[in-house]
């Protein structure tokens, strides 16, 4: 299975071309089926040969990772090339590793090993990216891949994403495994083996699947939602876009609000129980001295009071001040400081409950996005003790940590008859976090994003589906509102049930099912991440000891 330089690379990047066109908005799913082939088959070449293997092995799953990487989110360029650049760089790093290592195993441990290693390490390595620390970016999860296939993945709901990860994975080496024998062994009868190996993974779960899919009956109380799709221009102000492209004149900020009210207006009435406004759809940045007298929630709550049962759920950015001064070094990483008075203050890209209740509910966004939203806390303290606040007037930091909250806060009416979960942008990225509303009562899943920020690419359409995916983990119903992007409804099963257009305003209105039943995933959460984790850890142990046993042999 030797293969010379000029094959290898070729084969390496029609495996990253492959596993990206997996995902939206081209879901070839069979990329992801077959796209790891070339990886194993150039591993598989290295690995017969003799000098530098590693780093050799390194430079392929580099290549290869880079390539992935690259082509399933080039789009976030339109907001910023350093966050692909930098995105693509350490993911691909990372992931080459566990390719790194899997050579390691297999020729210290064995084939066997190896290959389990390899699934092992990889949804492994995906689990981490789902944590909560500095590099986490779990974007391309390649279980994220079967995210408009609804039919195909309801067992999300016992295992998430990840289950979708270990499945593909384990279709790949199967199907190398038959790819291996036709070429070495040249075998046909345990070619055909292999190849029936590989269709009986592939046919048993999606069976099952649609199995669960066609069985599947939506349960729960009616609740009649509106969502709202204004379609303003981020990088310009905020300027309203027509359907013909063209933007308007500026508002200001209570003319902005009833602007968009005036958009719902075309389908809220009595009946309606939800209204959903996009991610920051308050022009102005609220806080705690001006929030109860903000007028523009003003003009929500006077909207408000011609729909008595009416829910306005809608995105606002928020400081909050904090009392007292004090030396900038010894406050906390997220705090910022007005120069203006010279208190300090946490930033909080929030959201609100506007209804018939006296007090206003609010969350934190808490799935922040590295680079804009939050940085490493070390580079904040790096940039404090290089820089000298008392003889320095101009000294500043670059801090955009915004602030978080520890809990997931879950929305209700008045009569608490409908809770929802306020899933802001990112959030709507991480299975295992949106549970945590779950768990504290949402019977729907609203998100609110601005999806503007990347043009008409591929990065709206990926965002709307990993929302198809959650309401499976979750059996939730996902009521989604964007500035421009794509707003709509999403069944319990995953199903698109309405869906706006593209730089189109909108505004949608669905019935959805409110549902209170608990998934396994939901109760258990990335339990098939977790013990990935585990086994990799125990593969490792052994290689390391297998590594020392070898150097004491040689030795001695």
């Given amino acids: 299975m030797k293969l010379s330089r000029i094959k290898s690379i070729l084969l ?6 492959l596993c990206a066109l997996s995902f939206a908005p081209y879901d070839f799913l069979i990329g992801a089926i077959v796209g790891f082939i070339p990886l194993l088959w150039v591993e598989e070449s290295i690995s017969l040969e003799g000098r530098y293997k590693n780093w050799r092995v390194f430079a392929s799953a580099y290549l ?3 390539v992935f990487n690259f082509i399933g989110i080039w789009w976030i360029s339109n907001a910023a090339w350093v966050a ?3 995105s693509v760089i350490i993911n691909s790093f990372f992931f080459s590793l566990t390719t790194v290592l899997y050579s390691g195993v297999k020729k210290r441990l064995g084939s066997k ?18 944590l909560d620390w500095d590099f986490s ?9 079967l995210a408009n296939w609804p039919k195909l993945m309801q067992w999300y709901s016992l295992t998430g994403v990840l289950g979708g990860s ?6 790949n080496l199967y199907l190398f495994f038959s790819l291996r024998t036709k070429l070495i062994q040249k075998e046909n009868f345990l070619v055909f083996k292999r ?3 590989a269709a009986c993974f592939f046919i048993f779960p999606v069976i099952l699947s649609v199995i669960q899919y066609s069985s599947y009956e939506e349960i729960g109380k009616e609740v009649d939602v509106v969502v709202l799709q204004p379609n303003m221009d981020p990088y310009d102000n905020d300027r309203f876009i027509t359907e013909n492209g063209k933007r308007e004149q500026s508002y200001p900020s209570d003319l902005q609000v009833k602007k968009m009210l005036e958009m719902a207006s075309e389908k809220v009435d009595k009946d309606v129980d939800f209204l959903l406004m996009h991610e920051t759809a308050l022009p102005l940045t609220e806080s705690n001295y001006t929030l109860a007298n903000s007028i523009d929630i003003g003009v929500l709550k006077a909207w408000r009071q011609n729909y008595p049962n009416l829910n306005i759920l809608t995105g606002l950015a928020y400081q909050d001040y904090k009392s007292g001064k004090g030396p900038i070094d010894d406050v906390p990483e997220t705090y910022k400081i007005d120069r203006k008075n010279g208190l300090f203050f946490e930033y909080f890209n929030s959201s609100i409950l506007i209804n018939a209740s006296d007090s206003i509910a609010q969350y934190h966004k808490s799935k922040l996005v590295l680079g804009v939203e ?3 806390n070390y580079l904040i303290s790096f940039q404090k003790y290089n820089q000298d606040f008392n003889t320095n007037p101009n000294a500043t930091i670059y801090n955009p940590n915004n602030g978080t909250q520890e809990e997931r806060t879950v929305f209700q009416s008045v009569d608490g008859s409908i809770t929802i979960a306020p899933i802001i942008c990112y959030e709507s990225v991480f299975g295992a976090y949106v549970t945590g509303y779950v768990q504290n009562g949402a019977g729907l899943l609203g998100i609110i994003t601005n999806d503007s920020w990347w043009g008409n690419t591929a990065g709206h359409q990926q965002h709307w589906s990993f929302a198809r995916i959650r309401a499976v983990e979750t059996r939730r119903s996902v009521a989604r509102s964007a500035n421009t992007g794509w707003s709509g409804f999403i069944n319990q099963r995953g199903d698109e049930m309405m869906r706006s257009d593209y730089l189109k305003p909108a505004v949608l209105r669905s019935k959805l099912k409110l549902n209170n039943d608990i998934t396994f995933y939901v109760k258990y959460g990335d339990v098939l991440g977790k013990w990935c984790l585990v086994l990799a850890l125990i593969i490792l142990l052994n290689l390391l000891v297998s590594k020392l046993k070898k150097k004491g042999l040689n030795t001695f």
């Fill in 12 to 17: 390496l990047l029609i495996g990253g071309v």
């Fill in 64 to 66: 290869f990772y880079a």
């Fill in 84 to 86: 692909v650049i930098s």
């Fill in 113 to 130: 090993a190896g290959y389990i290693s390899f699934i092992t390490f990889f949804v492994a390595w995906e689990y981490v990216e789902l």
């Fill in 137 to 145: 970016w779990p974007w391309l999860t390649l279980g994220h891949s």
């Fill in 166 to 171: 270990f499945w593909l994975i384990l279709l």
């Fill in 195 to 197: 190849l029936l190996a």
């Fill in 374 to 376: 939050r940085i490493p």
